[in-house]
């Protein structure tokens, strides 16, 4: 649909939304559309008409329309069986009785084979192998003299890593035991049990307080 504006920019100006119209038929075929005119000013007559080129294949229902405000023009365009395959011309729009005058483009018809073909131009530097692809095959080809390196650390690692939980640990049971004996010995020396049970309670309490912060300080626990 073509939209044309009367009026707009000054008296009988003349504007189209589009300057060139492409309209796809195959040779046979038929199709209608429309024209809106918008007028801006005082009522006019507006006069359509095509180019030669296009007298015999567009049709203007209403050629010579009287514009108040807004007005849709209905437009038949057809192919004949026989007939090119393609159809060019222009569509002229009148105003004030050839006061002025002004035309769009229009072309009937399929668009010629290739027309929109484009052609890539490939550089010859992307033949040319990447080098971070070159690299990364290197790398990943040398992966069998890499291994031992690897295992060897890895299993460095792993030892130190057993080392400082069996170290952990036994002191661990060590302070167990030495909590044990002392509550023992408090117990064996006749300690009163009230205060046996509050020195107990302060033992665990520093035991507790001892393992709490390995857990935190020592780093295989982090």
């Known amino acids: 649909m073509q939209v ?26 038929e199709q209608s559309f429309e024209i ?8 006019t007559h507006v006069h359509i008409s095509v ?20 007005d849709y023009i209905p437009v ?17 729009v009148t105003v004030s009785h050839g006061a002025r005058k002004s035309s769009f483009s229009m072309v009937l018809g399929q668009p010629l084979t290739g027309k929109d073909t484009k052609c890539i131009q490939v550089d010859d530097s992307l033949s040319a192998p990447n080098e971070v692809y070159v690299k990364n095959k290197k790398s990943a080809g040398n992966w069998k003299e890499q291994l ?21 640990f036994l002191s661990g049971i060590l302070l167990l035991v030495l909590f044990i004996l002392t509550v023992s010995s408090i ?22 307080a001892f393992c709490v912060y390995l857990l935190i300080k020592l780093p295989i626990f982090k």
């Open 76 to 92: 038949v365009v057809r192919i004949p069986f026989d007939g090119k395959k393609i159809y060019q011309g222009d569509v002229y």
């Open 148 to 168: 031992p390196e690897i295992s060897a650390g890895m299993l460095k690692n792993s030892y130190e890593h057993v080392i400082s939980k069996a170290t952990v």
């Open 4 to 29: 044309v504006h009367i009026n707009r920019l000054g008296i009988n100006s003349i504007e189209f939304d589009m300057e060139s119209m492409e309209i796809p038929l195959s040779p046979g075929e």
């Open 36 to 43: 809106v005119i918008i007028n801006y000013s005082s009522p």
């Open 187 to 208: 117990f064996a020396n006749g300690i009163s049990p009230a205060l046996g049970f509050y020195l107990a309670v302060v033992l665990s309490i520093l035991f507790t």
């Open 51 to 70: 180019s030669d080129t296009l007298k015999q294949n567009v049709t203007i229902l209403e050629d010579n329309p009287y514009v108040t405000h807004e």
